[in-house]
C-alpha cells in the first residue's frame, strides 16, 4: 500500500509547501507513489489521518496547539519543514520585542490573537528536521525516497563551508564579511556564498559548532558586534545556540 | 442560513469564511483570516538597510522578487539612488519569473479543478495529462528565470541595494530564452483555455487601482493609476487609502472612501489593456475578451493574459541584452522611502524610515491581499444574493471559487 502523506501549514509564508509543488519535473511521479491525503494548499479533499508521514510547516501560535497535537496523534512519523517550523523563522523575532502586537494592531484585541510564536518541537515530539528558508527541495526529495525505501534518511551533520568549499568559492569570511557557514548546518549547497552573498544561517546550528569562538573570532576580523547579535537573529534566532549569542 | 468554510482549500494559507443569512436578508459575510499575525512591521524596526529586504521577503514565498524588489525600491528611494538600467532589467525578470510560476500555480493547480470538476490537480492530471504537464513545464521555466536572473526561485538571493551580487551568464540567459520560445504556444492554449471556462455570472463595479508606467505595461514600476480617476505618486498611497483593523481577522483591510477597491490582474488588464503586448491583445479579440470587465472571477482570464505577456517581455528583456558585473557604490542618508511594484496579486507598497546609520526605524507593508479583502467581502455579499436560491452545498462551492479567484495570498496579509 502506499504512504499516507499530510502536508500542513501553520504560521510562515507557504514556502516550504511551495517548494514541494516547485518540484515540477517529479511531481505527478511522487504524487502516484505516495497517497496524498491532506494538502488543504493543494487540494479540497482532505482526510482527518491516520498518516504514516506527516510534514508540517510553520511556527506554532497559541491557538493552533490542539490542531497540531491532533495531527501529532495521527500521525507515526512527523517531519519538520523549514527554519519556522524547525526554530521558529522570522516571526519568531518578535520574541525579541516589548509589545510588538501595539506597533502592528495598535493594541486592538482580535478573535485570533497569539502572545507568542514558537517552533514545533516545543508542543510534540518532532521526528525529523528539514531545516532552511526555504527548506531544500532536493533533501526532501532525498528525504522521501529512503522513507519509501524504509531506510533510515541520512541527514547533514557538517557546516555549510563543507558545501561552500566543494564549489571552490571563494571564502567571503577570509574577506571580513560577516558569514555565518562555519557554524549553520549543511544541506543547501551553500546556495547564498555560491551566489557571492554571505551565510545568514537559515538552516540554524550545526551541532556541536562553537557558536562563542566563532563569534569572537568574527569580533577579531573587525565585525561589530552589534552587527553579529543581528545576524544571528534572522531566521532561526529560536535555535537555542543562536539566541545565546551575546555582544 | 449560516456557512462556515473552516478552512478555505486551494488557497495559500488559513482563511475561514463566515456567512449569515436571517429571512433572504444577508446579515455578515466575513473573511476571516486565521493565519498567525507575524508582525513584520514590528521587529523590521532595528533591522539595517542591508539585511531588511532578505527578511522582508520572507513575507511571502510566491511573490519573493516583487516583495525584494519593493522593499530595495524603498531603501533606494531614501537614500536617492537611480539605480542602472541593467539592475531594473533583471530585477523585472526576476519577477516576470515569478508572475510565471505564481500565476500557472494559481490558474491551473488552485483554479481550474473547480472548473473542470476536480478536487485537485492530481486526479485533474490523469484525465487532462498533456494540459497539466505543460502547465508544470511552464510554471519550471519561471521558477527558473527566478533562479537564474536573483539566486533561487523562492526568497532571492542576489538581489541588493543598487545591483547584484552575481550577474547570470549569457549561456544561462540563453537558455531561458530557448525555453521561453519553446513555451510560447501552450502559453497561449492557456489564453484559449481559460477564455472558454464558464464563469458564474456576475458583476459588480468597484474602484480598480494598479501602477500605470507610459512607456509599458507596469510591472516593475509606474505611478499610482485608479478607475476612479485617483492619479499620483507612490508616495501618496497611505494619504488617500487606509487600512482598517477588524477583530475577526489577523490581516487588515484596504479601504478607500469608504469602500473596498480591487488590486491584481483583473485591475491591471482593467487599467492597462492597450500596454499588454500586440500579439496578446490579438489572442484577447481572438478569444472574443472584452475589458474593462466587472467580473471578479474573470481575474482568471486577465491572468492568462498576463502571462502571455510576460512571455513576450522576458523574450524582449533576455535577447537584447549583455548583462556584466557593474560597481556599486552609494551613500547610507536618514529619510523616508517608498518602493511600489505589482505583484502577482497586485500593487505592492513598501514604506521605510531610515536612520543615518542605515537602520530601519519604522515599516509598512501594505500587500496585494490585504488591500483586496474589503472588496472581496463586499463582492461576496452581492453575489451572494444572487445565488441564495441555490442548494447551500453549491453556495459553499460558489462562494469558495469567488475566493479563488482573488488569488489570496493570506500569508502576505498577515505580515
Same mark, same amino acid.
Given at each position: 500500500?502506499?504512504?499516507?502523506?499530510?502536508?500542513?501549514?501553520?504560521?510562515?509564508?507557504?514556502?516550504?509547501?511551495?517548494?514541494?509543488?516547485?518540484?515540477?519535473?517529479?511531481?505527478?511521479?511522487?504524487?502516484?507513489?505516495?497517497?496524498?491525503?491532506?494538502?488543504?494548499?493543494?487540494?479540497?479533499?482532505?482526510?482527518?489521518?491516520?498518516?504514516?508521514?506527516?510534514?508540517?510547516?510553520?511556527?506554532?501560535?497559541?491557538?493552533?496547539?490542539?490542531?497540531?497535537?491532533?495531527?501529532?496523534?495521527?500521525?507515526?512519523?512527523?517531519?519538520?519543514?523549514?527554519?519556522?517550523?524547525?526554530?521558529?523563522?522570522?516571526?519568531?523575532?518578535?520574541?525579541?520585542?516589548?509589545?510588538?502586537?501595539?506597533?502592528?494592531?495598535?493594541?486592538?484585541?482580535?478573535?485570533?490573537?497569539?502572545?507568542?510564536?514558537?517552533?514545533?518541537?516545543?508542543?510534540?515530539?518532532?521526528?525529523?528536521?528539514?531545516?532552511?528558508?526555504?527548506?531544500?527541495?532536493?533533501?526532501?526529495?532525498?528525504?522521501?525516497?529512503?522513507?519509501?525505501?524504509?531506510?533510515?534518511?541520512?541527514?547533514?551533520?557538517?557546516?555549510?563551508?563543507?558545501?561552500?568549499?566543494?564549489?571552490?568559492?571563494?571564502?567571503?569570511?577570509?574577506?571580513?564579511?560577516?558569514?555565518?557557514?562555519?557554524?549553520?548546518?549543511?544541506?543547501?549547497?551553500?546556495?547564498?556564498?555560491?551566489?557571492?552573498?554571505?551565510?545568514?544561517?537559515?538552516?540554524?546550528?550545526?551541532?556541536?559548532?562553537?557558536?562563542?569562538?566563532?563569534?569572537?573570532?568574527?569580533?577579531?576580523?573587525?565585525?561589530?558586534?552589534?552587527?553579529?547579535?543581528?545576524?544571528?537573529?534572522?531566521?532561526?534566532?529560536?535555535?537555542?545556540?543562536?539566541?545565546?549569542?551575546?555582544? | 442560513?449560516?456557512?462556515?468554510?473552516?478552512?478555505?482549500?486551494?488557497?495559500?494559507?488559513?482563511?475561514?469564511?463566515?456567512?449569515?443569512?436571517?429571512?433572504?436578508?444577508?446579515?455578515?459575510?466575513?473573511?476571516?483570516?486565521?493565519?498567525?499575525?507575524?508582525?513584520?512591521?514590528?521587529?523590521?524596526?532595528?533591522?539595517?538597510?542591508?539585511?531588511?529586504?532578505?527578511?522582508?521577503?520572507?513575507?511571502?514565498?510566491?511573490?519573493?522578487?516583487?516583495?525584494?524588489?519593493?522593499?530595495?525600491?524603498?531603501?533606494?528611494?531614501?537614500?536617492? !539612488?537611480? !539605480?542602472?538600467?541593467?539592475?531594473?532589467?533583471?530585477?523585472?525578470?526576476?519577477?516576470?519569473?515569478?508572475?510565471?510560476?505564481?500565476?500557472?500555480?494559481?490558474?491551473?493547480?488552485?483554479?481550474? /479543478?473547480?472548473?473542470?470538476?476536480?478536487?485537485?490537480? !492530481?486526479?485533474?492530471?490523469?484525465?487532462? /495529462?498533456?494540459?497539466?504537464?505543460?502547465?508544470?513545464?511552464?510554471?519550471?521555466?519561471?521558477?527558473?528565470?527566478?533562479?537564474?536572473?536573483?539566486?533561487?526561485?523562492?526568497?532571492?538571493?542576489?538581489?541588493?541595494?543598487?545591483?547584484?551580487?552575481?550577474?547570470?551568464?549569457?549561456?544561462?540567459?540563453?537558455?531561458?530564452?530557448?525555453?521561453?520560445?519553446?513555451?510560447?504556444?501552450?502559453?497561449?492554449?492557456?489564453?484559449?483555455?481559460?477564455?472558454?471556462?464558464?464563469?458564474?455570472?456576475?458583476?459588480?463595479?468597484?474602484?480598480?487601482?494598479?501602477?500605470?508606467?507610459?512607456?509599458?505595461?507596469?510591472?516593475?514600476?509606474?505611478?499610482?493609476?485608479?478607475?476612479?480617476?485617483?492619479?499620483?505618486?507612490?508616495?501618496?498611497?497611505?494619504?488617500?487609502?487606509?487600512?482598517?483593523?477588524?477583530?475577526?481577522?489577523?490581516?487588515?483591510?484596504?479601504?478607500?472612501?469608504?469602500?473596498?477597491?480591487?488590486?491584481? /490582474?483583473?485591475?491591471?488588464?482593467?487599467?492597462?489593456?492597450?500596454?499588454?503586448?500586440?500579439?496578446?491583445?490579438?489572442?484577447?479579440?481572438?478569444?472574443?475578451?472584452?475589458?474593462?470587465?466587472?467580473?471578479?472571477?474573470?481575474?482568471?482570464?486577465?491572468?492568462?493574459?498576463?502571462?502571455?505577456?510576460?512571455?513576450?517581455?522576458?523574450?524582449?528583456?533576455?535577447?537584447?541584452?549583455?548583462?556584466?558585473?557593474?560597481?556599486?557604490?552609494?551613500?547610507?542618508?536618514?529619510?523616508?522611502?517608498?518602493?511600489?511594484?505589482?505583484?502577482?496579486?497586485?500593487?505592492?507598497?513598501?514604506?521605510?524610515?531610515?536612520?543615518?546609520?542605515?537602520?530601519?526605524?519604522?515599516?509598512?507593508?501594505?500587500?496585494?491581499?490585504?488591500?483586496?479583502?474589503?472588496?472581496?467581502?463586499?463582492?461576496?455579499?452581492?453575489?451572494?444574493?444572487?445565488?441564495?436560491?441555490? /442548494?447551500?452545498?453549491?453556495?459553499?462551492?460558489?462562494?469558495?471559487?469567488?475566493?479563488?479567484?482573488?488569488?489570496?495570498?493570506?500569508?502576505?496579509?498577515?505580515?
Amino acid at each position: 500500500m502506499k504512504p499516507r502523506i499530510g502536508i500542513f501549514g501553520f504560521t510562515g509564508c507557504a514556502g516550504c509547501q511551495l517548494e514541494i509543488l516547485n518540484l515540477e519535473d517529479i511531481l505527478l511521479d511522487l504524487f502516484s507513489t505516495v497517497d496524498v491525503v491532506n494538502f488543504r494548499m493543494a487540494k479540497s479533499e482532505n482526510s482527518d489521518g491516520p498518516f504514516d508521514i506527516s510534514f508540517v510547516e510553520g511556527s506554532i501560535m497559541s491557538y493552533q496547539v490542539d490542531e497540531l497535537k491532533k495531527i501529532r496523534e495521527n500521525s507515526k512519523t512527523l517531519v519538520a519543514i523549514g527554519s519556522c517550523a524547525c526554530h521558529g523563522g522570522v516571526q519568531y523575532l518578535q520574541n525579541f520585542m516589548e509589545n510588538p502586537w501595539k506597533i502592528v494592531y495598535n493594541d486592538k484585541k482580535m478573535i485570533y490573537s497569539s502572545p507568542d510564536t514558537k517552533p514545533l518541537s516545543s508542543y510534540v515530539k518532532v521526528d525529523y528536521l528539514l531545516p532552511g528558508c526555504p527548506m531544500d527541495k532536493d533533501e526532501f526529495v532525498e528525504f522521501v525516497k529512503s522513507m519509501l525505501m524504509g531506510k533510515k534518511p541520512v541527514l547533514k551533520t557538517y557546516p555549510v563551508c563543507v558545501e561552500c568549499k566543494l564549489k571552490e568559492n571563494i571564502c567571503l569570511l577570509e574577506r571580513g564579511i560577516m558569514c555565518l557557514g562555519p557554524v549553520s548546518l549543511a544541506g543547501c549547497s551553500a546556495k547564498c556564498p555560491s551566489n557571492g552573498y554571505p551565510c545568514e544561517g537559515c538552516r540554524g546550528p550545526v551541532e556541536e559548532a562553537n557558536i562563542a569562538s566563532q563569534a569572537e573570532l568574527m569580533k577579531e576580523k573587525g565585525i561589530d558586534p552589534v552587527d553579529l547579535i543581528r545576524r544571528f537573529r534572522m531566521f532561526t534566532s529560536g535555535a537555542k545556540e543562536f539566541e545565546e549569542v551575546k555582544a | 442560513m449560516k456557512i462556515d468554510i473552516h478552512h478555505i482549500t486551494r488557497v495559500e494559507g488559513h482563511g475561514r469564511l463566515v456567512v449569515d443569512v436571517k429571512n433572504k436578508k444577508i446579515e455578515k459575510v466575513e473573511m476571516q483570516i486565521t493565519e498567525g499575525a507575524r508582525l513584520f512591521e514590528a521587529w523590521l524596526r532595528g533591522r539595517r538597510y542591508d539585511e531588511v529586504t532578505h527578511l522582508a521577503c520572507r513575507v511571502c514565498a510566491i511573490c519573493s522578487a516583487s516583495h525584494t524588489s519593493s522593499s530595495l525600491k524603498a531603501v533606494e528611494d531614501a537614500f536617492g !539612488i537611480n !539605480i542602472s538600467e541593467q539592475t531594473r532589467k533583471l530585477r523585472e525578470i526576476a519577477i516576470i519569473g515569478e508572475y510565471i510560476q505564481s500565476h500557472v500555480l494559481h490558474m491551473y493547480c488552485l483554479a481550474l /479543478p473547480d472548473y473542470l470538476g476536480f478536487e485537485s490537480i !492530481i486526479p485533474m492530471a490523469e484525465k487532462h /495529462p498533456k494540459e497539466v504537464k505543460n502547465a508544470l513545464r511552464i510554471k519550471k521555466l519561471g521558477n527558473d528565470m527566478a533562479e537564474v536572473a536573483a539566486g533561487r526561485a523562492v526568497h532571492q538571493i542576489s538581489a541588493v541595494v543598487n545591483g547584484f551580487t552575481k550577474i547570470p551568464s549569457k549561456e544561462e540567459m540563453n537558455k531561458i530564452l530557448k525555453h521561453l520560445k519553446e513555451l510560447r504556444p501552450a502559453a497561449l492554449k492557456t489564453v484559449e483555455l481559460f477564455s472558454g471556462l464558464e464563469y458564474p455570472d456576475f458583476e459588480r463595479k468597484t474602484e480598480y487601482i494598479a501602477l500605470k508606467n507610459p512607456d509599458e505595461y507596469a510591472l516593475y514600476e509606474g505611478d499610482i493609476a485608479s478607475s476612479e480617476g485617483w492619479n499620483a505618486d507612490v508616495k501618496e498611497w497611505e494619504k488617500s487609502t487606509t487600512e482598517q483593523i477588524v477583530e475577526y481577522s489577523n490581516a487588515k483591510q484596504g479601504i478607500r472612501n469608504g469602500h473596498g477597491y480591487m488590486t491584481g /490582474p483583473l485591475a491591471r488588464v482593467n487599467l492597462n489593456f492597450e500596454q499588454l503586448s500586440g500579439t496578446v491583445k490579438d489572442a484577447a479579440k481572438d478569444n472574443g475578451l472584452r475589458f474593462p470587465s466587472y467580473n471578479p472571477f474573470h481575474n482568471n482570464v486577465a491572468r492568462s493574459l498576463e502571462l502571455l505577456h510576460c512571455f513576450d517581455q522576458a523574450i524582449n528583456l533576455i535577447e537584447n541584452n549583455n548583462f556584466s558585473q557593474e560597481k556599486n557604490e552609494y551613500k547610507i542618508k536618514a529619510g523616508d522611502g517608498y518602493g511600489a511594484s505589482e505583484a502577482p496579486r497586485g500593487t505592492l507598497y513598501y514604506h521605510y524610515k531610515i536612520d543615518e546609520k542605515g537602520i530601519i526605524t519604522c515599516a509598512n507593508i501594505l500587500t496585494p491581499t490585504a488591500q483586496n479583502l474589503k472588496n472581496l467581502e463586499e463582492d461576496g455579499k452581492m453575489f451572494l444574493e444572487k445565488i441564495l436560491d441555490i /442548494p447551500k452545498e453549491k453556495i459553499v462551492h460558489n462562494l469558495g471559487m469567488l475566493v479563488r479567484a482573488y488569488d489570496p495570498c493570506i500569508s502576505c496579509s498577515v505580515h
